[in-house]
């Protein structure tokens, strides 16, 4: 090759290198060499996870010293911000389907008890539920075809879902969801409240089943988050490529 056909360097376009950057060992550094090794067995679990919400922060030996399995357990749980989401939004469906129609004889707040008294249709069945000003109505889930209130018949299904109240095949979410299939196109609101608590009572199952699963596992390989990933990035492209995740 001819000096012509050299590629030109750094000194050649009159270029000063950064104090303390090696070129060569910033192309050779594995970007994910940065990130924590979770498949080292020696390698100990270190804070929060703030892009996924896993509360792996009970790692150390110095903060689990002292705790039985159960405790390090619960204070990985309680950490998982997820889980917790979940918990909080099945206690306040739970309460919410408990408080208005009543469990084990005693009665509810709601003014209708009886979900399968029909009545006169109101307001062309169509829910009666406003957010503002906020007013629950005569029939906040609207009416189906024979004038029973949907709200109460939504609530029953809840706690039959959650496994308490009423057993099926009195009522169930699953149930009403089937039954008010053909009336989607007409009245779709007896169709939407059942699906919609359906699945926040999944998801938050799925949670609380994510969180307790990193309790009991923490070690559980994940995908490195695009946080983790730019910090990685930065790191080398500022010739401080730190590998102290994979010591």
């Given at each position: 090759?001819?000096?012509?056909?050299?590629?030109?360097?750094?000194?050649?376009?009159?270029?000063?290198?950064?104090?303390?950057?090696?070129?060569?060992?910033a192309?050779?550094?594995?970007?994910?060499?940065?990130?924590?090794?979770?498949n080292?067995?020696?390698a100990?679990?270190?804070?929060?996870?703030?892009?996924?919400?896993?509360g792996?922060?009970?790692?150390?030996?110095?903060?689990?010293?002292?705790?039985?399995?159960?405790?390090?357990?619960?204070?990985?749980?309680?950490?998982?911000?997820?889980?917790?989401?979940?918990v909080l939004?099945?206690?306040?469906?739970?309460?919410?389907?408990?408080?208005s129609?009543g469990i084990f004889?005693i009665?509810?707040?709601w003014?209708?008890?009886?979900?399968?008294?029909?009545?006169?249709?109101?307001?062309?069945?169509?829910?009666?539920?406003?957010l503002?000003?906020?007013?629950?109505g005569?029939h906040?889930?609207g009416?189906?075809d024979i004038?029973?209130?949907?709200?109460?018949l939504?609530?029953?299904?809840?706690q039959?879902?959650?496994?308490?109240?009423?057993?099926?095949p009195n009522?169930?979410?699953g149930?009403?969801?089937?039954?008010?299939?053909g009336?989607?196109?007409?009245?779709?609101?007896?169709?939407?409240?059942?699906?919609?608590?359906?699945?926040?009572?999944?998801?938050?199952i799925?949670?609380?089943?994510?969180?307790?699963?990193?309790?009991f596992?923490?070690?559980?390989?994940?995908?490195?988050?695009?946080?983790?990933?730019?910090?990685?990035?930065a790191?080398?492209?500022?010739?401080?490529?730190s590998?102290?995740?994979?010591?």
């Amino acid at each position: 090759m001819s000096n012509d056909d050299k590629t030109p360097g750094a000194d050649d376009l009159g270029i000063e290198p950064r104090p303390g950057f090696d070129p060569d060992a910033a192309i050779e550094t594995d970007p994910l060499a940065t990130l924590p090794n979770e498949n080292d067995p020696d390698a100990v679990p270190s804070g929060d996870d703030e892009s996924t919400g896993r509360g792996e922060g009970v790692g150390t030996s110095k903060e689990v010293e002292g705790l039985s399995q159960g405790q390090i357990v619960w204070s990985r749980f309680i950490r998982h911000k997820g889980a917790m989401g979940g918990v909080l939004a099945l206690v306040l469906i739970a309460l919410l389907s408990m408080s208005s129609m009543g469990i084990f004889g005693i009665p509810g707040w709601w003014r209708i008890q009886d979900y399968n008294a029909s009545g006169n249709v109101v307001n062309g069945a169509a829910p009666t539920l406003t957010l503002w000003p906020f007013s629950l109505g005569e029939h906040p889930f609207g009416q189906d075809d024979i004038g029973r209130d949907n709200f109460a018949l939504v609530m029953k299904g809840i706690q039959t879902s959650l496994g308490f109240g009423v057993k099926p095949p009195n009522v169930s979410l699953g149930m009403l969801i089937s039954q008010y299939q053909g009336a989607f196109a007409t009245r779709p609101w007896l169709f939407w409240w059942p699906g919609v608590f359906i699945i926040f009572i999944a998801l938050s199952i799925n949670f609380i089943g994510d969180g307790l699963r990193d309790a009991f596992d923490p070690r559980t390989k994940r995908i490195p988050s695009q946080r983790q990933m730019d910090k990685a990035m930065a790191q080398i492209a500022t010739g401080n490529p730190s590998t102290e995740g994979a010591k």
